[in-house]
């Protein structure tokens, strides 16, 4: 927010005031008006004609006169003399202690910074009427804990002259972090802040009581404004989040649970400008916080669709409306929260069939979407959904060969945060915020176990910030890489290292485990195209239904399966003393297959697709191959003409450069920890050093030093 934007808020409180020696002044200037009437009229060579102008109107010779008067000067020639429709313009110099009133004509114009005084288009009959006002003197007030803050300003007494700079400069901070400065309250207790910077400076154009915010040392902080709406159970537009949690560096957004309210509006989202223009977060979406600790997001509202623009039934047994026909025309349609005072729960069967409209939004009490509940409208792009939906399949929106873009908004509390899957939420954030070049390691649980990133940066000379994005092989490794695209350029690197799984060679099928890893970065679903993916919705249902009966959390709840800022499980996992398949030889048989069945047209054509997003974001994509314990691969993809023929069909088929070969990537039992695939601390090091090997042999091809 700029200082002028916050100066604004310190107006114009003196339009319709007038002090008595404005009307002295007014007084003065009356007489003028006198003067110009009677010269209008009489002020002409005697004997002589009047003498036609271009317009073939006769001119008149004006003398415009400004008299003295309290608070100003006249220092140019007065008084002057014009044709009448001319303008008249005068030097004045405003007094000291004295200002232009604010409620003048129209016609006059009063420039401060060269002191011309110009009154427009002057005729008969004419009246003209200006002054000038003595200055205001206002209070002043800094509230401040100094046990946090030393702070200097350049009031000595507490008063104020109008219009006057006043600078106030955070000189010492001791154990807090400077947030900023507001005016209504501290912030926290729904005051507006003015500026996040430590050296303020403004004109006084009211009384002003200016706050210190201070949040403890290294905290974030978020400010929410209403733009538009309230903060819930106050009159207070505006209300702050400190977020001191220290293991993320992405708070999560407020989700729906009431915190701001606006009558006749659905809240979809927050953004970076009040009207809309900046970068878009839905509800409990990651968001990077700038260094200086604080962020502001305004409310996004949408308008509720009136009532009469639907079909309606009322369910007598549960008190709740279900929508049953769409009768409007509109391009976004925000289906009401409330219905007769009922809220409405349910989207029925061909509700939105062959309709118009482009973008589609649902409050927070929808839990059912019918089966072809969106039918054949072809224009439909954009679906804003509350996390709430517990019935719903991938039917429920059908022939609609328009619909790409899926925001998701959190309503509930997530569940998953504190267990392995949650982790992908310091994955994802480390994908945001680390800074080109880098380079992005993507596969299942075989990386997110077996990669130790601070080593490989170190072996890569420092060249390139590692992000571990190993996530688990059981879900698409498209999505992820399409999602990660958006946030690679010019000399970055994907390294795609799948296990031998169909989900990591380009499988399209989102399932729950996807959900429930995605579960507190709802947001990445914005980044990818859904048409490309299957069972979406029929999946976040059945998601959704299983976590109704598990406990709440928190975003800010941590695993103990301990990640660290790479997206590594730091946790030491010590070698096992048996080179064997894991468990044991009684209790596992080989799985592992190097097989080519996983290179379908249809998987080879999904992941082709975001190794080319990638691409044309700038970046280079590299395969390499998981660790397999050798113990656990099946017997014929032992055989080095197998592995070859798996290596070649990815080369021959892939749109990726493979820089690896799979059998240096078959080690011994040993290395293992709890799977075939997730390998020990030392093993995770044998491997990461390998692939380093590899990725400098691919540079050496390039000419890359």
């Given at each position: ?23 002295a002044?007014f ?11 009677a ?8 004997g ?35 044709a ?28 401060s ?55 106030v ?17 501290k ?41 538009g709406?309230?903060v819930?159970?106050?009159k207070?537009?505006s209300?702050a ?22 009558d ?14 900046g ?22 509202w ?6 009469s ?20 025309n509109?391009?976004?349609?925000t289906v009401?929260?409330?219905?007769e ?71 509930t509390?997530p ?16 994908l ?18 077996g990669?130790?990133?601070a080593?490989l ?5 420092g ?62 679903f ?25 406990t ?23 070698n ?7 468990p ?9 297959d ?6 379908t ?7 082709n ?9 700038g ?21 080095r ?5 798996y ?15 799979v ?24 491997r ?18």
């Amino acid at each position: 927010m700029s200082d002028k934007h916050i100066n604004d808020r310190f107006t114009k409180k003196h339009k319709n005031s007038k002090s008595k020696s404005i009307i002295a002044c007014f007084a003065g200037l009356l007489v003028v008006a006198v003067m110009v009437t009677a010269l209008l009229l009489l002020t002409y060579d005697k004997g002589k004609q009047l003498i036609p102008n271009r317009r073939g109107n006769y001119s008149i010779t004006a003398m415009v006169s400004v008299s003295e008067d309290c608070g100003y000067e006249v220092e140019s020639e007065n008084p002057v003399r014009l044709a009448s429709g001319d303008d008249a313009i005068f030097k004045i110099r405003i007094c000291d202690g004295f200002k232009m009133t604010e409620d003048q004509p129209d016609n006059i114009i009063y420039n401060s910074d060269d002191g011309t005084l110009t009154i427009k288009n002057v005729r008969y009959p004419t009246e003209i009427t200006f002054g000038v006002r003595p200055l205001e003197t206002y209070t002043f007030e800094l509230k401040n804990d100094e046990k946090n803050c030393l702070i200097e300003t350049s009031v000595t007494d507490g008063k104020i002259t109008e219009d006057s700079l006043i600078k106030v400069t955070v000189k010492k901070i001791t154990g807090k972090s400077f947030m900023g400065f507001s005016v209504g309250g501290k912030v926290a207790d729904g005051g507006t802040m003015v500026s996040y910077s430590p050296e303020y400076e403004f004109r006084a154009k009211e009384n002003v009581v200016l706050y210190a915010n201070y949040a403890t040392e290294g905290a974030q902080l978020i400010i929410y404004d209403a733009n538009g709406g309230t903060v819930t159970g106050s009159k207070s537009t505006s209300m702050a989040v400190e977020n001191l949690d220290n293991n993320y560096i992405c708070p999560n957004t407020l989700q729906d649970k009431d915190y701001l309210k606006r009558d006749g509006y659905i809240l979809y989202g927050y953004n970076t400008e009040a009207d809309g223009s900046g970068k878009y977060y839905g509800l409990g979406w990651n968001i990077p916080i700038p260094e200086s600790g604080v962020l502001k997001l305004y409310a996004m509202w949408a308008k509720e669709t009136d009532a009469s623009q639907f079909r309606y039934k009322k369910n007598t047994d549960t008190n709740t409306v279900t929508i049953t026909k769409y009768l409007g025309n509109e391009e976004t349609v925000t289906v009401p929260q409330y219905i007769e005072g009922l809220p409405v729960t349910e989207i029925g069967a061909n509700a939105f069939l062959m309709k118009k409209f482009k973008t589609l939004i649902l409050g927070k009490h929808i839990g059912t979407i019918s089966a072809n509940a969106v039918s054949k409208c072809s224009s439909f792009t954009t679906l804003y959904m509350p996390d709430m939906i517990t019935n719903m399949t991938d039917i429920s929106f059908s022939y609609c060969g328009s619909f790409s873009t899926l925001y998701i908004n959190a309503v509930t509390d997530p569940r998953y945060t504190a267990g392995r899957n949650g982790t992908y939420q310091i994955k994802f954030e480390r994908l945001i915020t680390a800074p080109s070049p880098k380079l992005v390691i993507v596969a299942g649980s075989s990386s997110a176990y077996g990669i130790d990133s601070a080593r490989l940066e170190k072996n890569l000379s420092g060249k390139y910030n590692v992000v571990n994005y190993g996530t688990n092989q059981g879900t698409p490794a498209a999505f992820y890489i399409e999602v990660a695209s958006h946030f690679m350029g010019e000399g970055d690197i994907l390294l795609d290292a799948p296990e031998p799984h169909k989900y990591q060679w380009g499988y399209n099928e989102i399932n729950t485990t996807t959900w429930q890893i995605f579960e507190a970065a709802y947001d990445a679903f914005s980044y990818v195209d859904i048409r490309n993916y299957t069972k979406i919705f029929t999946s976040f249902a059945a998601f959704n239904r299983t976590r109704q009966s598990m406990t709440p959390r928190k975003y800010t709840d941590y695993t103990s399966e301990t990640v660290n800022q790479y997206g590594d499980y730091i946790k030491y996992k010590p070698n096992r003393n048996a080179d064997t398949i894991y468990p044991s030889p009684d209790k596992a048989k080989p799985n592992l297959d190097f097989s080519t069945s996983f290179f379908t047209d249809a998987n080879v054509k999904c992941m082709n697709r975001s190794y080319s997003l990638v691409k044309e974001a700038g970046a280079k994509v590299y395969i390499s191959f998981a660790p397999t314990n050798k113990h656990a691969i099946v017997e014929n993809s032992t055989k080095r003409t197998t592995q070859l023929t798996y290596m070649n069909t990815v080369k021959e088929k892939y749109n990726g450069t493979v820089i690896s070969d799979v059998a240096d990537y078959i080690m011994k039992g040993n290395y293992f920890y709890n799977s075939n695939l997730h390998l020990s601390t030392a093993g995770s090091q044998i491997r990461t050093d390998k692939l380093a090997s590899d990725i400098l042999a691919q540079f050496s091809k390039e000419g890359i030093k």
